[in-house]
């Protein structure tokens, strides 16, 4: 693992330190003074990205070409702005500038912006504020001549020698494979998407978030292409990257790539003056011919990367009167890394530090990197960036393990965990799991049943679960189970599951175990996973020392959307179709019978909208939602009905039967009303994002403690008579179909022709959350004239 020069670190140690401990506060000193009225020599250090040491063509010089001096009082207002040309920057090699600058009176803080000219919007706003926070530019960034921006206190600057560090307005990325593990996969080029296309001049939390602009857009396109690729710093969870190669000297295929922190399904946010390098370790298959296939489809175990952020943040700092000692947050590393990076930077004048640990699979360290810090006016004492690699021995346990590595400098001491993920046993060519009644896959399919779900199987991803993790394991389907498993048995193997909700055979199947689900019932919906160490399935080889464990959910289902429910009875730019993950929750309602009398009901309802791959909420103008697009679904009619002899409005049910998965149906009026009515288990409430955005958020309360709430997601609605006619309506709406006609009591009788026309549907808006009703199709007195709406639907199962 690489990192940055040591300017990026004092940086953040600065930045750190002066709010570490009070002792720190007594060496920055007082107040604000003046400079002098000539000003005073300041050196400028552009903190260079790692060097990409594989890269085709070498790194060009990168160039200060103008600057802007912008002063703020210890209010942070506004006070003026003077530019240095070119000729008045001293380059001093190693990306190093001298400039003079001046400030006027009263001045406590200096910001300086490169390359780029400033305006007074940018500068201050309305109410003459530093804007620079906000103040954004935009186009593809310029790696030789790149927009930086840096500040510094004015007393700082009456220190010998003072320096302020620059720092890129984006960051990069790059593309390599291992060539000692990958062969016959040619690298063709690499395009990233959904990256944002502007970024703020100024972040006031340099590398630790994101400063997204208040109105940003995302990349959709673009050119491939090898080398590095600058791009504006862009949120956990939106971008990611299409890699083109080669496979067996085939034609060009298309790999999806998404930026996880290795080893994990945690999405990493992209940070400014970031490199992050993917390096491809393991292709085991061709990639998608079209990339729009790839861009479609989650990623899958085709293809392996590491992805390498060069510049671990030390974010843990302790600080005494004398020196203070920082450390990295957490690494974690796949379960076959050999080694695991950790940083800390120490101001103890000697510089001695200690290592220590308790496991076993750490075999020792190597000190791979040590660079002096400069001193400051605030650090009087020279500080050390150290670099350590840890020695780390495989992980054969499919379960993952940690440690705690301490650094201690003098009397100060840190700790750092280590996480090495657990061994992959989804795709061990001796363990492949098969998949065995359930209709719809192909015996290939059903021959390799991880590769199925990773390829095929839409909504089951953790970043499609709100991070829950369900692609690991072995699926039960709640309600009536039609499937059963194979595991493959090697001789030496040691099985074992004390979990009496399964069953495994070790002799029925010649060469396998087969996993079937004990109480295989119609009715069986209890809610359960089995993923404890002594519950789970656990398979321990004396030859291999591997063992692998299966964590077993019965928590859902698997449903395809085929037929004419993929097709005829969607409208839409693109209609739902495949194979798709849903949960099942436990929710109560509050219902009012026909006879008048109320009671509670209960029932099991799936926890996103059919044919939807994201069960989160989806919020179009909420920046940290709408990424969940997917949890919109399919758009279905409601009923094709025409009044015919054969398709009576009144009774005909074609498209509402076609859209259940077994027992679970479209939800009717009873369910949703009665969730409204028991204490608002169904309704809107104002939420905050992790970025301070306030969003009204539609949810209906479960009664499952590790699964409390699920969401309808703003949807709007369609309006054609076919795909190519229809009219997208009301996205800022969240719409649901109900299977409820509109009855006497509400409006029509059975005898009037419309009666069956009308439907009841959940409309949200705003704060506003009705239960309203709508004709199906357009016409009157019991015309169908073609022109249908189409709206989400969510299923539920009446509790028996």
């Known amino acids: 693992m690489y990192i940055k020069k040591l300017t990026i670190w004092l940086f953040m140690l600065l930045a750190m330190v002066s709010t570490a401990c009070s002792d720190i506060r007594d060496i920055v000193g007082g107040g604000t003074q003046d400079l002098p009225s000539d000003g005073v020599v300041l050196t400028l250090k552009l903190p260079n990205f790692t060097k990409n040491t594989v890269a085709t063509r070498a790194n060009e010089q990168q160039q200060i070409n103008s600057l802007c001096v912008l002063c703020y009082d210890a209010g942070d207002n506004y006070l003026g702005m003077s530019t240095i040309s070119s000729d008045s920057i001293k380059d001093k090699g190693d990306d190093t500038y001298d400039v003079k600058v001046k400030a006027v009176p009263g001045t406590a803080t200096l910001h300086i912006v490169a390359n780029t000219d400033i305006k007074d919007s940018d500068a201050k706003d309305a109410k003459g504020k530093n804007n620079l926070y906000n103040a954004t530019r935009e186009g593809n960034p310029?790696?030789?001549?790149?927009?930086?921006?840096?500040?510094?206190?004015?007393?700082?600057?009456?220190?010998?020698?003072?320096?302020?560090?620059?720092?890129?307005?984006?960051?990069?990325?790059?593309?390599?494979?291992?060539?000692?593990?990958?062969?016959?996969?040619?690298?063709?080029?690499?395009?990233?998407?959904?990256?944002?296309?502007?970024g703020t001049i100024a972040n006031p939390k340099l590398d630790t978030e994101v400063s997204l602009p208040s109105s940003v857009a995302y990349t959709n396109e673009g050119n491939y292409s090898m080398g590095e690729h600058p791009f504006y710093e862009t949120p956990a969870g939106k971008a990611y990257m299409i890699?083109?190669?080669?496979?067996?000297?085939?034609?060009?295929?298309?790999?999806?790539?998404?930026?996880?922190?290795?080893?994990?399904?945690?999405?990493?946010?992209?940070?400014?003056?970031?490199?992050?390098?993917?390096?491809v370790t393991a292709v085991n298959h061709e990639g998608w011919s079209k990339e729009q296939e790839a861009k479609d489809n989650p990623t899958e175990n085709r293809l392996s990367v590491e992805v390498v952020d060069d510049n671990p943040l030390i974010v843990n700092m302790i600080a005494c009167k004398d020196y203070e000692l920082g450390v990295c947050d957490k690494q974690t590393v796949l379960g076959k890394a050999n080694t695991a990076t950790i940083t800390f930077v120490t101001t103890k004048p000697d510089f001695k530090y200690t290592v220590k640990w308790n496991a076993n699979w750490i075999t020792g360290y190597t000190e791979t990197k040590s660079?002096?810090?400069?001193?400051?006016?605030?650090?009087?004492?020279?500080?050390?960036?150290?670099?350590?690699?840890?020695?780390?021995?495989?992980?054969?346990?499919?379960?993952?393990?940690s440690d705690i590595v301490t650094i201690t400098s003098g009397d100060l001491s840190r700790e750092v965990e280590i996480i090495q993920k657990g061994y992959d046993f989804r795709t061990d060519s001796n363990r492949i799991v098969q998949i065995r009644g359930l209709d719809g896959l192909t015996q290939e399919e059903q021959k390799d049943y991880f590769k199925w779900m990773d390829k095929s199987l839409k909504g089951i991803w953790p970043k499609e679960n709100q991070g829950r993790v369900r692609n690991d394991g072995l699926h039960f389907f709640v309600g009536n189970n039609p499937v059963y498993y194979l595991i493959p048995k090697l001789e030496g193997d040691e099985l074992t599951c004390k979990d009496t909700r399964v069953n495994v055979d070790e002799k029925s199947v010649s060469g396998f175990y087969k996993v079937t689900l004990a109480d295989n019932s119609s009715n069986n919906y209890n809610r359960w996973i089995s993923n404890e160490a002594f519950t789970i399935i656990t398979i321990t080889n004396n030859k291999t020392n591997i063992t692998v464990s299966y964590p077993v959910y019965h928590v859902g289902l698997f449903a395809q959307l085929t037929g004419k429910a993929a097709t005829d009875y969607?409208?839409?730019?693109?209609?739902?179709?495949?194979?798709?993950?849903?949960?099942?929750?436990?929710?109560?309602?509050?219902?009012?019978?026909?006879?008048?009398?109320?009671?509670?009901?209960?029932?099991?309802?799936?926890?996103?909208?059919?044919?939807?791959?994201?069960?989160?909420?989806?919020?179009?103008?909420?920046?940290?939602?709408?990424?969940?697009?997917?949890?919109?679904?399919?758009?279905?009619?409601?009923?094709?009905?025409?009044?015919?002899?054969?398709?009576?409005?009144?009774?005909?049910?074609?498209?509402?039967?076609?859209?259940?998965?077994?027992?679970?149906?479209?939800?009717d009026n009873m369910c949703l009303r009665g969730l409204i009515d028991n204490d608002n288990n169904l309704a809107i409430v104002e939420e905050t994002t992790h970025y301070g955005e306030k969003y009204n958020c539609l949810r209906i309360?479960?009664?499952?403690?590790?699964?409390?709430?699920?969401?309808?997601?703003?949807?709007?609605?369609?309006?054609?008579?076919?795909?190519?006619?229809?009219?997208?309506?009301?996205?800022?709406?969240?719409n649901l179909w109900t299977s409820s006609r509109l009855s006497e009591y509400q409006g029509f009788s059975e005898s009037s022709p419309e009666y069956g026309f009308w439907y009841l549907y959940l409309d949200a808006f705003g704060k506003s959350l009705n239960l309203s009703n709508y004709r199906f199709v357009s016409g009157s007195s019991g015309k169908n004239k073609g022109r249908y709406r189409a709206m989400p639907v969510r299923l539920a199962a009446e509790r028996k």
């Open 243 to 279: 890699i083109r190669a080669k496979y067996d000297g085939g034609p060009d295929t298309y790999y999806k790539v998404e930026f996880f922190n290795n080893g994990t399904s945690t999405p990493m946010a992209l940070l400014r003056n970031h490199h992050y390098q993917v390096k």
């Open 371 to 401: 660079v002096v810090l400069p001193t400051s006016a605030e650090h009087p004492s020279t500080g050390t960036l150290y670099t350590i690699d840890l020695a780390l021995t495989a992980n054969c346990q499919s379960a993952a393990q």
């Open 142 to 198: 310029n790696l030789n001549a790149p927009v930086c921006w840096g500040s510094v206190k004015v007393d700082s600057l009456l220190s010998p020698s003072p320096k302020v560090w620059l720092f890129r307005q984006f960051a990069k990325a790059s593309v390599t494979k291992d060539d000692t593990k990958v062969k016959n996969f040619e690298i063709t080029g690499f395009k990233l998407f959904n990256t944002a296309t502007k």
């Open 701 to 734: 309360t479960t009664r499952n403690m590790d699964f409390p709430q699920i969401f309808i997601p703003m949807s709007g609605y369609y309006e054609g008579k076919n795909d190519v006619d229809a009219v997208y309506k009301d996205s800022y709406h969240a």
């Open 570 to 667: 969607q409208l839409g730019e693109s209609k739902a179709s495949g194979w798709y993950y849903y949960e099942m929750v436990d929710v109560v309602a509050h219902v009012t019978y026909t006879d008048g009398t109320t009671g509670y009901k209960a029932y099991y309802m799936l926890d996103r909208n059919l044919g939807a791959t994201n069960n989160g909420y989806y919020s179009p103008s909420t920046t940290a939602l709408a990424g969940n697009e997917g949890a919109k679904g399919g758009y279905f009619k409601i009923s094709e009905a025409d009044n015919s002899d054969k398709y009576s409005a009144k009774t005909d049910n074609r498209v509402v039967d076609a859209l259940a998965i077994g027992d679970f149906k479209v939800c």
